[in-house]
T-cell receptor, first 109, second 113 residues
Framework: LAKTTQPISMDSYEGQEVNITCSHNNIATNDYITWYQQFPSQGPRFIIQGYKTKVTNEVASLFIPADRKSSTLSLPRVSLSDTAVYYCLVEDDDYKLSFGAGTTVTVRA | NAGVMQNPRHLVRRRGQEARLRCSPMKGHSHVYWYRQLPEEGLKFMVYLQKENIIDESGMPKERFSAEFPKEGPSILRIQQVVRGDSAAYFC???????????FGPGTRLLVL
């Protein structure tokens, strides 16, 4: 049973806000939600992590509803350089990160 | 503060040869993880090491693959007698503690001819 489900792809334009929703119906009490970004020919880069409600850093915001069965990564005012694959991970203290296919976000001028 | 370093970035081998991939973790990090990414797929966990110890190698193929993280020097992922199916991107990550955020290197792209 897949831990997370997220859209395969999303298109956007420069300056818009991009919201990527991830479903994790079987999330456990100890699980955290983590997002990574990966550019072509590079390793994944940690973006943000949260447990509940809202988390914000200089790059993105993460919204988590009370039931924690989904979460939304919000990228404000995207630019062309935000074109990448975004991975939603649900992890407890396990070090074995489980990456799915991710969401390919394409930002156009 | 340098990030995780991997070399070589690209490696071409013929079937039957050996491939050695190196990973230097971030300064102060003693936990190293190796992942493999096949084309159009997500990363798959292979092995977790601490200095001089293999903690978990459950994701690594039983044959031809081995990993080490010596007291001095980088972590090494070694693939003996490579086959075409070994062609993939191999990423190394490191963390300061076991359950802390993993920081990834740029990867080594292995092509087996």
């Amino acid at each position: 049973l897949a831990k997370t489900t997220q859209p395969i792809s999303m298109d956007s334009y420069e300056g818009q806000e991009v919201n990527i929703t991830c479903s994790h119906n079987n999330i456990a009490t100890n699980d955290y939600i983590t997002w990574y970004q990966q550019f072509p020919s590079q390793g994944p880069r940690f973006i943000i992590q949260g447990y509940k409600t809202k988390v914000t850093n200089e790059v993105a915001s993460l919204f988590i509803p009370a039931d924690r069965k989904s979460s939304t990564l919000s990228l404000p005012r995207v630019s062309l350089s935000d074109t990448a694959v975004y991975y939603c991970l649900v992890e407890d203290d396990d070090y074995k990160l489980s990456f799915g296919a991710g969401t390919t976000v394409t930002v156009r001028a | 503060n340098a990030g995780v370093m991997q070399n070589p970035r690209h490696l071409v081998r013929r079937r039957g040869q050996e491939a050695r991939l190196r990973c230097s973790p971030m300064k102060g990090h003693s936990h190293v993880y190796w992942y493999r990414q096949l084309p159009e797929e997500g990363l798959k966990f292979m092995v977790y090491l601490q200095k001089e110890n293999i903690i978990d190698e459950s994701g690594m193929p039983k044959e031809r693959f081995s990993a080490e993280f010596p007291k001095e020097g980088p972590s090494i992922l070694r693939i003996q007698q490579v086959v075409r199916g070994d062609s993939a991107a191999y990423f190394c990550a490191s963390s300061i503690e076991e359950s802390e955020t993993q920081y990834f290197g740029p990867g080594t792209r292995l092509l087996v001819l």
